[in-house]
């Protein structure tokens, strides 16, 4: 299986931050690579894909990009609404893996 | 708007075998494009990939889960289920079905890629 880490596991930032959040794979994606954004008592959303595509109604402060092996969800401007754990999900191989999340807090 | 929801007993018991049902509207699950995927969450914990089918009846297990897992489809009935037998407390979790949405890799190869639309969840203890 492709192992996928995520850093940090655990962010606090204030409203306003650019917030930046580093997923790995433990071998080459190329950019078969998802985020989601999970918040408390609710099902995964899906942010990005393909490393840097915006699914469709997901605010523009959010971004994705790498290739590889290394890979960078940013929010550019931190809102209150973005309290949530992520993840990263690699799609490069059948055996689909997610990262073991990312628990953002609001300082 | 697609909407997937998870139907199934939430308690099981050791030994025993885990089943539940996503039912879908709002889309149809002999649709080409997409596949239909399972995923569960244990208490507190991240996300794991469970398995995924396709409307022709193809599927794709997870290696660790694969000798306990079944899904299957019913195209007739719009619906997707997932049997995991031999249960244990660890298989505690929120299971969710998912949309696996589809695509075509670097080989021109279409196969499944990204979960785009998810169930609300529910949660399966396994206790006695």
């Known amino acids: 299986d492709i192992q996928m880490t995520q850093s940090p596991s655990t962010l606090s930032a204030s409203v306003g931050d650019r917030v930046t959040i580093t997923c790995r794979a433990s071998?080459?994606?190329?950019?078969?690579l998802a985020w989601y954004q999970q918040k408390p008592g609710n099902a995964p959303k899906l942010l990005i894909y393909?490393?840097?595509s915006l699914e469709s109604g997901v605010p523009s402060r959010f971004s994705g990009s790498g290739s590889g092996t290394e890979f960078t969800l940013t929010i550019s401007s931190l809102q209150p609404d973005d309290l949530a754990t992520y993840y990263c999900q690699q799609y490069n191989s059948y055996s689909y893996t997610f990262g073991q999340g990312t628990k953002l807090e609001i300082k | 708007q697609l909407q997937l929801q998870e139907s199934g007993p939430g308690l099981v018991k050791p030994s025993g075998t885990l089943s539940l049902t996503c039912t879908v509207s709002g889309g149809s699950t002999s649709s080409s494009n997409f596949y239909w995927g399972w995923i569960r969450q244990p208490p507190g914990k991240g996300l794991e990939w469970i398995g995924t089918?396709?409307?022709?009846?193809?599927?794709y297990y997870n290696p660790s889960l694969k000798s306990r897992v079944t899904i299957s489809v019913d195209t007739s009935k719009n619906q997707f289920s997932l049997n995991l037998s031999s249960v244990t407390a660890a298989d505690t979790a929120v299971y969710y079905c998912a949309r696996h949405r589809g695509g075509y890799d670097s080989s021109g190869y279409y196969r499944a890629n990204y979960f785009d639309y998810w169930g609300q969840g529910t949660l399966v203890t396994v206790s006695s």
């Open positions: 071998q080459s994606i190329n950019n078969w």
């Open positions: 393909k490393a840097s």
């Open positions: 089918i396709y409307y022709s009846g193809s599927t």
